[in-house]
Structures are given as C-alpha cells and as structure tokens.
C-alpha cells in the first residue's frame, strides 16, 4: 500500500506564483467587455473558450476531467483509496457584467494550483481529490444563483424550472446549453443530482470581497458560516400614456411604484437595527422606456440576505406588504411578486475548520475567523458534505467591479493553506 502523509515540511509546498498570475490574466481576456472589467456569462462563446482553459489546465495537472450536464467540470485526483468519499475544492469562473477577474477565479486555478502544489511535494491523497468548476455561481443569465451547486445538492425544484426557463433574449436554458455542449439528449436535469456522501468535504478558496483582512493586515479567513441569500422579482402594471397630454391626478405610473418600493426596500432593511442586514436594487426597468411615455410597466430585482435567516424572511414579508400597500394607493397592477431563491445559511463544519486552522498554523500565517457575506457554491456544498471557506485579502474590499485586485503573494497563501488543508482532510 502506498505511504502517504501530510507534507512533513510546509517548506516543501511552493507555489509557481509566476504561472499562477500569467493563468488568472489569461482567463480574463476571456471577456465581453474590454479588460480591466471582466463579462463572462454563462454559456457564450467565451464561457466556453474559458472552460476549455480550464478543463486543459486540469489535464496539465494529470486531473481526470469529467463534465455533467449543465457543464459542472469535475477534474479527479484519485487517492490511493479510491472507494472512499472523496474531498473537493473549487469555485466558479463566470463574471458578471463589468466585475473583475479574481471573484470565482482564484478558487479554480487556485485549486488547480493546489493539487500541482502537492503532487510537485511527493504527497499521494488517500481519499481522492477533486476540483470543482461550478456552473453559473452568478445569477446574471438564468436570474438564479449558484446554478451549477444547487443542482449538484439536489434541487427537483430547480431541475424542473430549468425545462422552460429563458433568459431576457428568450433563449431557452436547454437551448443554451446545448449550444455550449451540454444537456446533449437528456432533458432531465436530474443526472446531476450527486448523492449525500459523494464527497467527504469540501473546501474553497476565495477573495473576501469585504475589507476586514486588508485593513487588519491579517492573510487569510477562516469561514465559519455563509449569510442566507434571497433574491425577489417584482412587476407592477399601470396604465402608461402621454407624459405631456395625461395630467399628474389622472396618472398610475408604473415608475413610480418601483421608485417607491425600492426606497421600502432600503426602510425595511435598516428597520432590522443590525449591521448583518443587507437589500439592494440592482435591477430596475420601465416600460416602454420613453422619455415622453409614462411608464406603464415596471420591473424590479432585489437581493436580501442577513446572516439571520428569520430577520431576513421578515424583510421579505414587508417588502410584499409594502408592495400590494403601493399598488393599492397608485392604482397599478401588482402583476408579480415571485420568490426566485430564499436559501438558509450555512455552517461551516468543525473538522473543515480545524484543518483550516492547523493548516494556516503550520504555515506560519495570521488568521481570522469571519463570515461571509458573500454567497458562494459552498452554501451549496454544504447540503451534500462538511463544508469550510478559505479567504484571502483584497483590495478595499473592492468586488463585482473592475477594480477588484488581489495580490499573488496573499493569492499563493491561500493556494498553500487550501493544498494542506486538502492533504490533511484527504487523509482523515
Ligand atoms: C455572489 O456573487 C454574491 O452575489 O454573493
Ligand atoms: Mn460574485
Ligand atoms: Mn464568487
Ligand atoms: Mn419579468
């Protein structure tokens, strides 16, 4: 039988920091629009020029790669006992429009990276190793988030929904990805579903995408629990008409009824008294959208979280309440007020962290237990294995803008810490 043990000197473990960078800029010329800001969506030609990136990367590494289908990328390490529950790592590479190129990206190649950074060391995994690319963590195109993860966990509700689901093209989800090389003759997302126990547990690494570990010079974050993530869509009715000829008493603008919502959206949240509770308008359209026609339709996206699942749904019941109030007193249709996500948080396992932790110890490393605010496809993860979070620095906080930056020094970090965290959780 095969020997094998956790890298005895962390001084074994180095990273090709070089390669690493040159790998992170050339996954972001993969982009719709021009660099620094990163557009990667889910299933365009550059989605998929970016994943046969990866998937080469993963070959490179001697990963045996395998592709569900809605496009999840599995790349396998086997242990030397193969038969057991496997332990996982890995993020996604899709890129919301003008965001950055280290969201996502650092827990892929980072990964990636990883698994190089072990075999270069002489360690063989017991339980085998896997990296993860998850589909579509962003929710830009479907309107649902950590597609690829949820469905991974098991969501019937979601295998379902993706049978008739259309972008704002009206470009079917089947379509799309078939398109991309995936769903070839089944139309039944079930296939992806992975059984409970699939993985022993799973790690990602990822920017915190907060400003904590800069301002307190401090390398990396140890997630001990993922905020609850909601998402709302809403559509209000009115009756439109001449912005000159219709007269102020005689209006019902569909307009001013989001305009008002979203201000209730801002009320409620901070009604909550805690810091920890967050909502946000990030999409808001009227129709016909004429400077000279009174909107006769609008439609509003909101994102709630709080890392208090109950605060949270609270929020989203006055945010209904205030909704049918403003569509009663504007006299506009309420035509739709669908629930698109309302997950629970999640925890972070202890054995995830105590490895995390003696990883980071090991390596001579600050660190710091935090949550994320951010959700991630470990929220995911967390329903099918134990699950933990490793971030690392970046600048300002700053993410889901160009500006994002991440140094390759704190990125090397986290790639050291992941790789022995995977090495020791693989032998457990
Ligand atoms: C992930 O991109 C999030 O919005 O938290
Ligand atoms: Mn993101
Ligand atoms: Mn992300
Ligand atoms: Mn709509």
Redesign the pocket.
């Known amino acids: 039988e095969p020997h094998s043990s956790v890298p005895s000197s962390t001084s074994s473990l180095s990273v090709d920091a070089q390669s690493l960078q040159k790998q992170i800029d050339e996954l972001s010329s993969f982009s719709d629009t021009p660099a620094p800001s990163v557009t990667r969506v889910l299933y365009t030609e550059k989605d998929v020029l970016a994943r046969r990136y990866v998937k080469n990367l993963m070959g490179l590494a001697g990963l045996s790669v395998r592709e569900d289908a809605v496009g999840n990328i599995f790349g396998r390490w086997d242990g030397h006992e193969p038969e057991l529950a496997a332990v996982a790592t890995g993020s996604h590479i899709d890129a919301?429009p003008y965001s950055g190129k280290y969201?996502g990206v650092v827990g892929v190649l980072g990964a990636i990276e990883a698994i190089n950074v072990l075999k270069r060391s002489g360690f063989k995994p017991r339980r085998s190793l896997e990296v993860i690319l998850f589909t579509s963590?962003?929710p830009t195109r479907y309107g649902i988030?950590c597609l690829g993860s949820r469905l991974l966990a098991g969501s019937e509700s979601l295998a379902k929904a993706l049978k008739t689901t259309t972008d704002s093209q009206n470009i079917s989800f089947l379509e799309t990805a078939k398109s991309a090389g995936y769903a070839k003759d089944e139309d039944d997302l079930s296939s992806v579903f992975l059984k409970k126990g699939t993985y022993s547990a799973f790690v990602e690494l990822h920017i915190e995408?907060g400003p904590i570990l800069e301002e307190e010079g401090i390398s990396i974050g140890i997630v001990t629990a993922i905020a609850a993530?909601a998402s709302l869509k809403v559509e209000f009715e009115g009756n439109g008409g001449h912005a000159g000829a219709v007269l102020m008493p005689n209006r019902n603008d569909a307009g001013l009824a989001a305009a008002e919502l979203a201000l209730a959206v801002e009320k409620h949240v901070l009604e909550s008294g805690s810091i920890d509770t967050v909502g946000t308008v990030g999409i808001l359209e009227l129709h016909p959208g004429a400077i000279n026609s009174i909107p006769s339709k609008s439609h509003l996206e909101i994102?709630t979280r709080d890392i208090d699942e109950n605060r949270r749904n609270q929020v989203i019941d006055k945010i209904h309440q205030s909704a049918i109030r403003i569509s009663k007193t504007r006299g506009v249709k309420l035509s739709e007020f669908h629930i698109v996500n309302q997950d629970p948080p999640a925890l972070s396992a202890e054995v995830v962290i105590k490895a995390m932790e003696t990883a980071t110890r090991e390596l001579n490393l600050t660190s710091k237990l935090m949550i994320s605010?951010?959700?991630?496809d470990s929220l995911f993860m967390a329903r099918l294995s134990s699950m933990g979070m490793i971030f690392i620095p970046c600048y300002k906080g700053y993410s889901?803008k160009p500006e994002e930056f991440a140094s390759i020094q704190d990125i090397s970090n986290g790639v050291k810490v992941l790789a022995l965290t995977l090495a020791k959780l693989s032998l457990q």
């Open positions: 919301i969201d963590e962003e988030s995408q993530p994102d605010r951010a959700y991630h889901h």
